[in-house]
């Protein structure tokens, strides 16, 4: 009995767990960790800023004619960058509303990112959600390098820009938007 008991416990503490973490969208993932996840440790830190993404669905429209059931929009702030070379990444952007929950899967993108100045050259943009980082092809437009991703997820922007040293003056982020079409 006292074993079988065990094991109901178990169970419904497992399945707790299950629902709870569920609540919760999944968190993006840093530029950092995308870049030692797929390049190698030392990727990021080449002195040479970002690595060139593969962004070619970036901007493109997407071979299939899948409809959106619904979208949501959420902004963030583009962070302040100080030196060149080190990844910066905005706060994470939450998914809103109502229709987006655990099940539903992304399909088009759109962002816009602003500084309070012009950027520098050389500067990488991308936008991250739990899986992947893509590389932006410029301060707005959409993508469906996403597509078919868990909709229920966080998205980031990433930046850095390339070489070494102090940027001076520093760059001062601005407001970043992310509209998300999900099905």
């Known amino acids: 009995m006292k074993t079988s008991m065990l094991g109901i416990t178990a169970t419904l503490w497992l399945t707790a767990s299950i629902v709870v973490a569920q609540e919760r969208p999944a968190a993006a993932i840093s530029l950092d960790t995308y870049f030692q996840r797929?390049?190698?440790?030392s990727a990021a830190s080449d002195g040479q800023g970002a690595l060139q993404l593969n962004s070619a669905t970036a901007g493109e429209p997407s071979g299939e004619s899948r409809g959106t059931v619904g979208s949501w929009s959420a902004s963030t702030s583009a962070p302040a960058i100080f030196q060149r070379g080190t990844p910066y990444q905005s706060a994470q952007i939450e998914p809103v509303g109502r229709g987006v929950?655990?099940?539903?899967?992304?399909?088009?993108?759109?962002w816009q990112y602003a500084f309070l100045s012009s950027?520098?050259?050389g500067i990488h943009a991308y936008l991250c959600n739990y899986a992947r980082c893509v590389g932006l092809s410029g301060a707005s437009g959409s993508t469906t390098a996403f597509d078919g991703d868990d909709g229920w997820s966080y998205f980031s922007f990433a930046f850095?820009?390339?070489g070494r040293?102090?940027?001076t003056p520093a760059l001062q982020g601005s407001r970043s938007q992310v509209l998300v079409g999900y099905e």
């Open 38 to 41: 797929n390049f190698g440790a």
């Open 101 to 110: 929950k655990p099940g539903t899967r992304t399909r088009r993108v759109a």
């Open 119 to 121: 950027p520098p050259a």
């Open 160 to 162: 850095v820009i390339d």
């Open 165 to 167: 040293g102090a940027l």
